[in-house]
């Protein structure tokens, strides 16, 4: 058993909004036991965590990212989405199982110390003769010990086609949907407190067939995984779309059947009231990549709007080459901001702000057992200092002060009750270390 005992305080993110000043958590067997002050009703032995100081919260839930963009940073520095692709693919097609590792090990390090316990990777970028990439970031994220939803991505619609990508990195349609399957059989893990589980993530409509969209979300049904794509992230694909197939990119996904409970979206910068009516109406989720979109010059998703709709929207530091950071409490700081740069002051508030990060993004995952300090569920928990000179000044409202506040590292994070980061270094052996 392990017990955090006297926080500074304890934000659940439940349905109640809780928050325990002095607030104690009691965790037994990966899951949490019991949360309130004082003592917990046990007599057994248990490790002790020090609470004063820090603010604990649920583990930050990443929805989407591209973790073998790590390798890749700072380029095309200039360049919105459909010139930065253009100038990164001759990159990305010298990809191979031992690049995909050591660039999983970043990105996953780098998002675990900063408090994120679960995350997904959409990897759609599969070169000819290379083969044990999905593998490599498995075991990457087995390493390091965080909760993770990697897509089988794809795409097979190349430049000889009227796709945006060169044709040496797009992949056949049989052989995509059999490897995908083959994933899924081998690593999906449907249970309640799974660590890992795979999603189905056909890439955008600029890199993937219409069949090919169709019949992904035909098996994922068939085997009862999640859905993902790209869409609306850029004027430049609505203007695409709009030629190719007279139809905006959320009117074509629903032509596509790849709309539903089952399906989250990464950026959907550019949607109208209707697409967020159909959106809202249909339980897609959206994944809101705030840094990612801005850095490209793509625009400002509107999320204020999708959560007023009732639509799921969860928080995602996306590629580390379009945001060439993986901090996700720093992407909750510049979600409120750019929220407020649009909206004005009152138009997302900090606790707004850090459920989407994670309730929403829990949700987003199709995850009802994480996302929240709840007897029950599973122990993912992060634990951030609130002392020293970055926060002075900041002591009327600690766990604001998380987001307004410069966003430092976890001090520790807990995955499934094992610690992940403890002290702000990489726990788990073998893992790298922090600097």
């Not at 909760?147 to 619609?157: E, I, N, T, V």
């Amino acid at each position: 058993m392990i017990l955090i005992e006297g926080c500074t305080g304890v934000a659940l993110m439940d349905n109640a909004q809780t928050e325990i000043e002095g607030g104690s958590i009691l965790i037994d067997g990966g899951v949490i036991r019991w949360v309130g002050r004082g003592q917990p009703p046990t007599t057994e032995a248990v490790e002790r965590v020090e609470g004063n100081g820090l603010v604990a919260i649920p583990g930050l839930v990443n929805t989407h990212h591209h973790l073998y963009q790590a390798l890749t940073r700072v380029r095309a520095q200039e360049q919105g989405l459909f010139g930065w692709l253009r100038e990164l693919y001759p990159d990305w097609a010298e990809l191979d199982a031992d690049w995909e590792r050591r660039a999983a090990e970043v990105g996953l390090a780098e998002l675990a110390l900063s408090g994120c316990s679960t995350t997904t990777d959409h990897h759609y970028v599969f070169p000819r003769g290379v083969s044990g990439l999905l593998e490599a970031e498995i075991e990457a994220a087995r390493q390091i010990g965080l909760r993770f939803h990697p897509c089988r991505g794809s795409m097979d619609l190349g430049e000889s086609h009227g796709g945006l990508p060169p044709d040496t990195i797009v992949e056949d349609l049989d052989e995509v949907l059999a490897d995908t399957e083959r994933q899924i059989r081998r690593y999906h893990d449907p249970q309640p407190g799974a660590m890992l589980r795979i999603a189905v993530g056909p890439c955008s409509p600029f890199s993937v067939s219409g069949r090919l969209m169709r019949e992904s979300a035909a098996l994922a049904r068939e085997h009862g995984v999640r859905l993902h794509t790209h869409i609306a992230e850029t004027r430049d694909e609505e203007a695409y779309c709009r030629q190719k197939f007279d139809r905006r990119p959320v009117e074509l996904l629903a032509d596509l059947d790849f709309l539903g409970p089952d399906v989250w979206l990464a950026h959907c910068v550019h949607v109208d009231a209707g697409d967020i009516a159909r959106l809202a109406s249909t339980n897609t989720s959206a994944a809101w990549c705030p840094t990612s979109n801005a850095r490209l010059g793509s625009g400002i998703a509107p999320a204020r709007e999708l959560l007023d709709a009732g639509v799921r929207v969860g928080l995602a530091v996306d590629g580390s080459a379009s945001n060439d950071s993986g901090h996700l409490l720093a992407e909750v700081r510049q979600a409120l901001l750019m929220t407020r740069a649009r909206l004005g002051p009152a138009a997302l508030t900090a606790r707004e702000a850090l459920r989407v990060a994670t309730r929403g993004g829990a949700a987003c995952l199709g995850r009802d057992d994480i996302g929240s300090i709840e007897v029950g569920k599973r122990a993912d928990i992060a634990l951030f200092s609130v002392e020293g000179m970055a926060f002075a000044g900041a002591e009327t409202d600690p766990v604001a002060s998380l987001v307004f506040c410069a966003p430092g590292p976890v001090r520790h994070l807990l995955v499934d009750g094992k610690f992940v980061v403890k002290d702000g270094r990489l726990a788990q052996k073998g893992a790298m270390v922090a600097a």
